[in-house]
């Protein structure tokens, strides 16, 4: 009997530690609920290249609300929206559902929440917001080089910590920002002044620069009297003779 009950113990001992380390996962994930009464702060960065972007233009809507087990419900201003917050399931799911969430907002001239622009640390921070869904939308910020622009994106509030194991209700992101150069506009060609043909009075055209028309048939008459008297003179002589 003793031998028995020997050889039991070991494989129900075995068992146990089998169990328990089964269970130490488990146990060392477990994230506690979400405490939906608690404030939370968002942090929006906007930089590119490591360069902070002063002034650029960010809405934040308040999109979903949340329950103590992380599970959203689409707020009343998206509740027509058409979108599945529960069929989500990646990373491409959500930016679609983003995507969708930020043109029903443009399109029905929804009021955002926050909104504000980047300080010259490229950051606009917002506080006393309480825990759901937010879908942040940042305008084009444009300036000499070329345009700035970020896709719309959600962020849950509060959001998991590194471990995976904690909630953080103070959570900082930094949309994706795309850039598109801008090509200058070429100067344009000077277009050349075309120089007026001068204009004649009616005797015609003459060709030497500078000289002047009006002479032209006061000669003329004195040439016609001198060939007059010319020819009187003549006459006048044959019958001298």
């Not at 896709?151 to 953080?168: I, T």
Request: with cysteine; hydrophobic share 50%; glycine share 6%.
């Amino acid at each position: 009997m003793t031998k028995l009950i020997s050889s039991i113990k070991k494989p129900l001992a075995l068992l146990a530690a089998v169990l328990l380390l089964a269970c130490m996962p488990a146990a060392a994930y477990a994230v506690p609920e979400v405490d939906t009464a608690a404030q939370c702060a968002l942090t929006v960065r906007c930089a590119y290249a490591s360069a902070p972007l002063e002034g650029v233009s960010v809405r934040v809507y308040r999109a979903a609300d949340v329950d103590a087990n992380m599970r959203f419900t689409l707020a009343p201003a998206f509740a027509d929206s058409g979108v599945d917050l529960a069929a989500m399931t990646g990373a491409a799911q959500w930016s679609s559902a983003a995507a969708a969430l930020a043109k029903y907002a443009q399109e029905t001239k929804l009021t955002p929440e926050y909104s504000g622009k980047t300080d010259a640390s490229g950051a606009l921070a917002l506080s006393a917001l309480t825990p759901g869904l937010y879908l942040v939308v940042t305008d084009a910020y444009t300036d000499n080089s070329g345009v700035y622009s970020a896709a719309p994106s959600l962020v849950a509030l509060p959001g998991l910590n590194a471990a995976g194991d904690a909630w953080e209700y103070s959570v900082a992101v930094s949309p994706k920002i795309e850039f598109t150069a801008v090509s200058p506009s070429p100067s344009a060609s000077p277009v050349p002044t075309a120089t007026p043909s001068p204009t004649y009075p009616l005797y015609g055209r003459l060709p030497q620069t500078g000289q002047l028309n009006w002479p032209v048939p006061v000669l003329a008459l004195a040439g016609l009297a001198l060939v007059a008297v010319g020819v009187w003179l003549t006459r006048r002589k044959a019958h001298g003779e």
